[in-house]
């Protein structure tokens, strides 16, 4: 009678922990297909374009992977977050900054309120990085003092950021030019605003120079390109950021 109910608990025993090892060599075998089309979509497209939600549909039909599918959107974003990775050791883009020499932009004037701005010389793809807005680095609070020493009662040439840390910077683009590049006219500063038809987003890295990390604010493109186009992005205010409506500065909602 003992020994039947101990070998009725040692079976159940053994049961439960078949089914245990079960779930878990599942689930480590849905870790290791997510890693390795995580790894595949990395090397297929790292410094390209972001891969399309079908595109990641397709190389997991291609991996035969029916059940334990993680969200797509989920393999989407370990993409993006490794692809910012990857730009801020991109040795090509440190340079870029720090020599201010970027490819396929050029400043045109177009004259009248609208002054300078920037246009496309060759095209560019979705997620391509154009330049970054370029001047020195203060806290907010100074940034902030600039901007009340405005005359226009305009942005001008301030771009407000938090870092990862929490810390509020500005970059000053308004001390012009900057000491780094006395002779050079940079691109970020020339780019014009357009709520509606911006074709770039400004994102921030942490962009790992030789001598150490630094914040740094990159245009990528967010749709693609064409030559002539002119290269624009959302400023994120409206004309009630400033002083009212009393300023004429209807292209702020344009
Ligand atoms: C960061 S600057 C851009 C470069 C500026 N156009 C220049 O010549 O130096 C911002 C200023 O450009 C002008 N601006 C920007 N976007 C504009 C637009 N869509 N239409 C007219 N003026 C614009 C405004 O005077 C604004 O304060």
Redesign the pocket.
Known sequence: MVLSRRLKAVSRFLRIHRQLVGVVSRRLKAVSRFLRIHRWLVRAHIGRHQPTLDKVRLVISKEKWHANLPDLKDILQAWISEQKTSIEKDGKIIKAVSEQKWKGLQIQ??G??????VVATMPFTKGDVLCDYHGRIIPASEGKKLLSEQQ?G????LFFFKTRGGASLCID?QTFPCECHPLKDTFG??????KKKFNVKPVHFQLKFPDGCRDTILFLASKDIQCNDEI?WD?GVNKTSFRGEGLDLD??D?
């Open positions: 004037d177009f009248g309120d609208k002054g300078k701005g226009s305009e942005m001008g040439y683009a500063r020339r780019m014009n605003h357009s624009l400023y292209w702020l344009e």
